[in-house]
């Protein structure tokens, strides 16, 4: 069991063998780095100053003239290089994920990984960035389509993946062409300055301007100027619903782009042909894993009748025995809620359901780990209909279960919140299963047959729907949100021709 000192030692450590600068850590901040273990401050992190985040944005701008005329492939080279310091350090960086995030060794090893791959999908893209080429409809012209840079990227992350969701993002605008400035959730600094440090190092073994990315620490106020700044084209924004309210129409106003990763209430549907034993491995990992602080994670379970009450029993008997405590400590499955407030927000959901008469079949209670910070013993809790708290999202362990008699019930239940980030569905059935996947299936942006709603892989592209905001990010062609797009006409008749026949010589 560690003591707050013994983070502090390991911070520091972590911190040191990356090659962080010392001077970012003072005694008295406004901004503390602190940790979910202990519930307790480790240092001060100084806090960025509304000037110098404006100097930041300053800085990539000017970055960016230069690095957009660099060549992509040549561009790929820092992300490759930025991929092998991360995976020379992957252990470190786990270990300040676990110390701020709360994370268990292996999905705190897993977020790094995550951060591995992109860097090789984005290299591999610094040599795809393809554009089309389309017939034209006059002779002796052609069509065909450019993308460019866009500008400076302001990247705003979430605590609950403080190094993955920055990899996707800036490997992606890097190779792009794009310069980075980065606000990170004030509760992860440290995580984000073991990042930055990892980049600027590997901006100076490729002889890269090491200006292409820049990182502004802080609170609200300092993501404010990275949203309101009109020299940021793209503000690629993770977090909650609530937060992408006053984003999206900010960034809007000035004409910005922004990309939107908000909240979730992602639903898996159990059908009666289901395998109980995989479905309900998969449910507690989706459900309990990260101690349901995944976007991701799996709030709600639609399952038949006639299978309920057994999916029930089952579930609640793995919530009961899940290993719970230092996320450190090799076996421990679920680690601490992210602070105290987390806590009492999950007491207050679950305090809520008797007013949609549901009950709590198991959980919710603290677990005293002797260590500081708030556990929890995930919830499973029974509803007769879906309806107020369940509609939604609550940043903690809580999965409801909803029982449907129909197929169609089931696709009209998935779909009735505001919410449209991740689902599953479990069957054996072709039918359903394809239904599922189809228009008139799940509406969210990564649906899955036979797999949890959490747990993507960087190859597809990742975001969702209604309010999870619209964006995507990752793979695919999500790098698209980060280039501007021309449309060409070249014209090598010699003649002027006008499209749609128009005729206008004297
Ligand atoms: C998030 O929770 O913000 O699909 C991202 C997943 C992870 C990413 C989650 N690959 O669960």
Redesign the pocket.
Known sequence: MKTNDDLIDLAREALGKLGADEELFVPDSALGARSPLSGQQLFGVRQTTPDEAGEAIGRARDAFTQWRLTPAPVRGKLVKRLGELISENAETLATLVTIEAGKIRSEALGEVQ?MIDVCDLAVGLSRQLYGKTMPSERPGHRLQETWHPLGVVGVIS?F??PV??WSWNTAVALVCGDTVVWKPSELTSLCAIGCHTLLRRAARDVGAPEDVHQLVLGAREVGEIVVDDPRVALVSA?GSTRMGREVGPRVAARFGRSLL?LGGNNAVIMTPSADKDQAVNSIVFAAAGTAGQ???SMRRLIVHESIADEVVAKIAAAFHTLPIGDPFESGTLVGPLVHEDAFETMQKALGRVGEIGGEVVTGGERVDTGMGGAWVRPALVRVPKQEGIMLTETFAPILYVVTYADFDEALALHNAVPQGLSSGIFTTDQTEAERYLSAEGADTGIANVNAGT???EIGGA?GGEKETGGGRESGSDAWRSYMRRATNTINYSGRVELAQGVNFSA
């Open positions: 995550e979430a609950n993946f993955a969701v993770t990763e995944r976007c991701t959490s747990g993507a990742f």
